[in-house]
């Protein structure tokens, strides 16, 4: 190969490395299903009848889908097939795609490009399900026992005197001891590993929601409080 053919080879890689960067996508977030409706030709809803798997980034798409119901736009035939986004080359969110399985029933988002279908989006009927497990709140404060109920009116009439000095109480405030917690990390100045630490909530009478939450180191009774502006210092204070 002379070394004229060698530059020009070397520039035409150069040229199409710097395509390619430039049409790579870069987003922050993942778009909604009605971002997705929005955005697509076509709107199928039918069940996963092939899968394609990317090897490389780890990722599989629906490749080939029956059609039960067209919610978009126009189909005819009983199955559809199409291409995904190259995941070189853009964002992949799993909540834009969600993992396929065989058979698997969803909804499926599509777009027309010069002559392709392009999937840019699955979201399967399994989904809102597990989006209520991902928000369903973790119980990771433990009740106290009958026990502690001494405990339990020490914290709160602790929380009650630091709240008054440091905040300022409103008649429409309560506290509720909402339970405990181990420390699985070292809080500076507040609580080393395995010290049991309270969980108090201000709570607003008339809405029932919080104005502030109070966490009390139970062996040194130090405290850190979040919610309504301090009077003086926000730093974690000892009763």
């Excluded at 067209?70 to 799993?94: C, D, M, S, T, Y």
């Amino acid at each position: 190969m002379t070394k004229t053919a060698i530059t020009v080879l070397a520039a035409s890689v150069v040229m199409l490395m710097a395509s390619t960067a430039g049409f790579a996508e870069t987003r922050g977030r993942h778009f909604t299903p009605e971002q997705l409706h929005q955005q697509s030709t076509l709107v199928i809803k039918g069940a996963v009848r092939e899968i394609q798997t990317v090897a490389e980034f780890k990722v599989s798409f629906p490749k080939r889908a029956s059609v039960d119901t067209v919610v978009k736009g126009r189909w005819k035939e009983k199955e559809i097939a199409f291409q995904h986004k190259h995941p070189g080359l853009n964002v992949i969110f799993n909540q834009e795609y969600n993992k396929p399985a065989m058979g698997q029933k969803g909804t499926f988002y599509v777009q027309s490009r010069n002559g392709a279908l392009i999937l840019i989006g699955y979201i399967s009927d399994t989904e809102p399900a597990r989006q209520v497990t991902e928000l369903t709140p973790i119980p990771d404060l433990k009740s106290p026992a009958a026990s502690d109920e001494k405990r339990v009116s020490e914290i709160r009439q602790i929380t009650l005197e630091w709240w008054l000095k440091n905040r300022g109480v409103l008649a429409e405030e309560s506290f509720k001891v909402a339970g405990f917690f181990s420390v699985a990390r070292p809080i500076a100045k507040f609580a080393a590993r395995d010290d049991r630490v309270w969980e108090v909530r201000v709570l607003h009478l008339h809405t029932g929601g919080p104005t502030g939450i109070v966490w009390i180191n139970d062996k040194t009774e130090k405290v850190i409080a979040l919610g309504t502006e301090a009077k003086e210092k926000t730093e974690p204070i000892a009763p």
